[in-house]
């Protein structure tokens, strides 16, 4: 079993109930065939970057999953006969990339974690708040002051 990842988009002229039943009828031939679904998202519709199948506009459903090469295979003709899918694209996941994104989700969460740790929300200081409304960093002096220092020597 192998980790793939489909990104298709559907026509936008179907109905919400349509579009549903168009993905859970992918998700229950991954499962169907001995898959597993390990995320599944609708990110609906959405503006496309160019006009596909004379469409300006599109579903957008994700889904990453196990399964094997030969259904991978099968889910692609699905979807090029499929009339409702107007683009399709087919990810191959190997270990090296799941390894890698599971250290970045670890490593972002860690971060959060120290952030949230280090000051409590809620609990600035003044002189950074007063640097955040003027637009400049705590780092830089008005330059006002400056004049005034010359002025007086």
């Not at 579903?59 to 099968?74: D, E, G, H, K």
């Amino acid at each position: 079993m192998r980790t793939y990842e489909s990104l298709y988009i559907l026509r936008p002229d179907l109905q919400e109930e349509e579009v549903e039943a168009l993905a859970k009828d992918v998700e229950s031939q991954i499962t169907g065939d001995g898959g597993t679904i390990v995320r599944s998202e609708t990110w609906g519709k959405r503006r496309l970057a160019y006009e596909v199948q004379k469409c300006s506009e599109g579903y957008y459903i994700l889904v990453r999953f196990m399964a094997t090469p030969v259904f991978v295979a099968r889910l692609e003709n699905y979807f090029r006969l499929t009339d409702a899918v107007i683009r399709y694209l087919m990810l191959h996941f190997d270990e090296r990339t799941l390894r890698l994104e599971a250290r970045q989700k670890k490593r972002k969460e860690a971060e959060l974690q120290s952030a949230a740790a280090v000051k409590p929300r809620g609990e600035e200081d003044e002189d950074e708040e007063v640097g955040a409304r003027s637009g400049r960093g705590r780092r830089y002096r008005d330059e006002d002051a400056e004049d005034e220092d010359t002025e007086e020597e």
